[in-house]
């Protein structure tokens, strides 16, 4: 009788340090973040080939928390179907007409606030386990709109809790970062391509006095918020994030930039192990943005 009771035991004691050690491994796991602009929503829900291909990619990555940005023709059901394809049992979406950004996660979001009112796309602030998540999409036409549009952040950024020391800017900035400055200086076919479309489109006014400007993405680094991408690549080939091989055929690749970025608060920073830009064959045709990507360990 004893040594059935010894056997119990013992067997009772295996399982509970095994599982302790399956719990503790999970939960080393590091917590991972993408940001994806897909392009129009898929064609507005036609390219049904596409949409399958980046689901299989976004399910391959495991992330635990997915900004999207262009989720055109989209509505929540919607989202929250895709999202239960790559693990997500939660989804928010912004609005369900233009250009709406949204989020997905493996973990209950909490929508803050819905930001609409002198923003070009809109933005979405949640939170989700804990880190406060501004999901942007600035505009594409005027750098004095992102700058009114990144002021508006700035501001939702300082109105929160002084204890709350996490938090993210990410998506689709359309704006250049101060740290690729350099990067740029020679890339005279960008700058020319950006040039002659303010010649021919009123509306379109990206340049001061025909150069790059980099005062968008300066304010926000200014805030301070730390463009965790730069430290993690070297040179642009490992940070461009736009256009991808959907343009091969219009020698697109000539005018390579980054526009697309995860801006982390000093105390995330801290946390980061690791950030990327998905920008290699995986990813060439899956949209006319690549992916970016960073992990944290806490």
């Not at 928010?92 to 997905?104: A, F």
């Not at 606030?113 to 036409?141: Q, R, T």
């Not at 801006?263 to 980061?272: D, F, I």
Request: with cysteine; proline share 4%; hydrophobic share 35%.
């Amino acid at each position: 009788m004893k040594r059935h009771t010894y056997k119990k035991l013992a067997f009772l004691v295996s399982f509970i340090f095994l599982s302790g050690i399956a719990i503790s491994q999970d939960s080393q796991k590091p917590f991972k973040v993408i940001t994806y602009n897909i392009w129009n929503g898929f064609d507005w829900g036609k390219d049904n080939d596409r949409k399958e291909k980046l689901t299989t990619w976004v399910k391959s990555q495991q992330p635990d928390v997915l900004a999207l940005q262009e989720l055109c023709g989209y509505t929540q059901e919607m989202l929250l179907e895709d999202a239960k394809k790559w693990g997500h049992n939660y989804a928010e979406i912004l609005k369900t007409s233009g250009y709406p950004v949204g989020i997905t996660s493996n973990q209950p979001i909490e929508v803050k606030e819905k930001l609409l009112e002198n923003m070009h796309h809109g933005a979405l602030h949640c939170s989700v386990a804990d880190i406060d998540f501004f999901i942007i999409h600035f505009s594409p036409f005027s750098f004095l709109k992102r700058h009114e549009e990144s002021k508006i952040i700035l501001d939702k950024l300082s109105k929160l809790p002084i204890k709350q020391e996490k938090y993210l800017v990410l998506g689709d900035f359309n704006a250049f970062s101060p740290h690729d400055a350099d990067l740029y200086k020679n890339s005279n076919t960008l700058l020319e391509s950006m040039q002659a479309a303010e010649k021919e489109h009123d509306h379109i006014r990206n340049l001061i006095n025909g150069k790059m400007e980099y005062g968008v993405i300066g304010s926000l680094l200014g805030y301070p918020l730390i463009d965790i991408t730069q430290r993690y690549t070297s040179g642009m080939n490992e940070r461009f994030s736009c256009p991808t091989q959907v343009f091969e055929t219009e020698k697109r690749s000539e005018k390579t930039k980054r526009i697309d970025y995860i801006l982390v608060s000093p105390s995330l920073a801290e946390k980061c192990i690791n950030a990327k830009v998905f920008n290699q064959n995986e990813t060439y045709y899956l949209s006319d943005h690549y992916p970016v990507m960073a992990e944290f360990s806490f």
